[in-house]
């Protein structure tokens, strides 16, 4: 069965430093999304992604925060400056269309210190 | 903006106790509404989409149903692999999500 992966599972990270969270989403979806929870709270939408392009993205997802398809396979997001408040899961998600189901990958789990 | 609330935040159950979870929720539009199952550390795992209310769905001991307000997820007979996480979400480009409800299945 299809499924989004991503790596690494696990990122420590010094704070100022740059990270980039990589994702495969599943082959034949053309919507890509990255949602981010932060331990003991909700999952939340960060950004969604369509034809290279951004499609929508919330409040969290500031200048420090970029979105990329490098290639016809990987999705990435980066980070430029982490925060100690940018700890969290992030999670990686894909579909066929908007509004039909998003699958998600197992997540990152991202530290800064 | 989309709201979900879920309630209850937690519920134990003991073994064969069949209970239901509860999704209200206040969107614009509403383009679907999806549960999740979500394990410790893990990512959302997608249990069922529904668009209309009157709409059911089901899958071995779960069953999801919506109206105009609120979704409900109906656990029967659960057993012990049943304890998780049980997440709400509404939207299209952009899933909102609730706080979840933890289910724990005593044996």
């Known amino acids: 069965e299809p499924e989004v992966t991503q790596t690494p599972s696990h990122q420590v990270t010094q704070m100022g430093q740059e990270v980039i969270l990589r994702c495969v989403p599943i082959s034949n979806h053309l919507y890509f999304y990255w949602y981010r929870q932060i331990l003991g709270q909700k999952v939340e939408f960060l950004v969604s992604f369509y034809n290279n392009e951004i499609s929508e993205k919330s409040e969290i997802f500031d200048d420090q925060f970029s979105v990329e398809r490098p290639d016809g396979s990987n999705f990435t997001l980066k980070i430029r400056s982490t925060k100690l408040e940018d700890s969290a899961m992030y999670f990686c998600?894909?579909?066929?269309?908007?509004?039909?189901?998003?699958?998600f990958g197992p997540g990152t789990r991202l530290l800064v210190l | 903006e989309d709201q979900v609330t879920q309630s209850p935040e937690a519920l134990r159950l003991q073994e064969g106790e069949s209970s239901s979870l509860n999704c209200s929720y206040t969107?614009?539009?509403?383009?679907?509404l999806f549960w999740y199952r979500q394990d410790p550390g893990k990512g959302p795992e997608f249990l069922f989409t529904l668009y209309s209310a009157g709409e059911e769905k089901e899958k071995e001991r779960l069953k999801a149903t919506l109206t105009k307000k609120e979704s409900f997820l109906h656990i029967t007979a659960p057993k012990p692999e049943d304890s998780a996480t049980y997440l709400c979400?509404?939207?299209?480009?952009?899933?909102?999500f609730g706080a979840g409800t933890t289910v724990t299945v005593r044996a």
């Open positions: 979400a509404v939207g299209d480009y952009k899933l909102s």
């Open positions: 998600a894909s579909s066929d269309v908007p509004g039909e189901t998003q699958y």
């Open positions: 969107v614009s539009g509403l383009r679907g």
